[in-house]
């Protein structure tokens, strides 16, 4: 089973600062099979990445994500105050799929 | 557009089942596998298996082998999650999501999307 390990646990910013979340897998994810999702609270994960760098549709073009391997990074160039929720990377290339923690991005 | 609906909150007591449902609209049902995943309070998203709604084939985790069943009824456009012997820390919001890709693609790979808007099962006595 791939173990991903996110950090940090939290990050603490200001509205329009650029935001760096690190996703670390215990072995390597095969083909950049890895997904970034955003939680809002009391719903439902929403994709944000797919494939390591891929927007989904609909995803403004401040999230960008990249890495390969075992190291990946999501970052929001300038962070709204919409986005101050928590981010799930995963990968799906083996089974079992899995999550990692999660970052939580707060206001400062 | 694509939706997944589930169904409602359930509070259950330890060693009973539980069945979730999800119902599919706005694609065909039968063209794309669909997962199931659980968020225990303050855990990380925890993958729990996923079926074939093609062929009614599944797959688990290792973690719920033996405890979980998931079905389909395509007629119905709805897939079953089922977990029995439900334990106290069972309870959590379990999410049924859809592969990216068309089974016909035999595409392994697939990221989540759509997902369900969550059910919250209680266990508790």
């Known amino acids: 089973e791939i173990v991903l390990t996110q950090s940090p646990g939290t990050l603490s910013l200001s509205p329009g600062e650029r935001a760096t979340l690190s996703c670390r897998a215990s072995?390597?994810?095969?083909?950049?099979?890895l997904a970034w999702y955003q939680q809002k609270p009391g719903q439902a994960p929403r994709l944000l990445i797919y494939g390591a760098s891929s927007r989904a549709t609909g995803i403004p073009d401040r999230f960008s994500g990249s890495g390969s391997g075992t190291d990946f990074t999501l970052t929001i160039s300038r962070v709204e105050p919409e986005d101050f929720v928590v981010y799930y990377c995963q990968q799906y290339g083996s089974s079992p799929r899995t999550f990692g923690q999660g970052t939580k991005v707060e206001i400062k | 557009q694509v939706q997944l609906v589930q169904s409602g909150a359930e509070v259950k007591k330890p060693g009973a089942s539980v069945r979730v449902s999800c119902k599919a609209s706005?694609?065909?049902?039968?063209?794309?596998?669909m997962h199931w995943v659980r968020q225990a309070p303050g855990q990380r998203l925890e993958w729990m298996g996923w079926i074939n709604t093609g062929n009614g084939d599944t797959e688990y985790s290792q973690k719920f082998q033996g405890r979980v069943t998931i079905t389909r009824d395509t007629s119905a456009r709805t897939a079953y999650m089922e977990l029995s012997s439900l334990k106290s820390e069972d309870t959590a919001v379990y999410y049924c999501?859809?592969?990216?890709?068309?089974?016909?693609?035999?595409?392994?790979?697939?990221?989540?999307?759509?997902w369900g808007q969550g059910t919250l099962v209680t266990v508790s006595a």
């Open positions: 706005g694609y065909t049902f039968s063209s794309y596998g």
């Open positions: 999501a859809r592969d990216h890709f068309p089974i016909v693609l035999m595409v392994s790979a697939n990221w989540f999307d759509p």
């Open positions: 072995q390597s994810v095969s083909s950049g099979n």
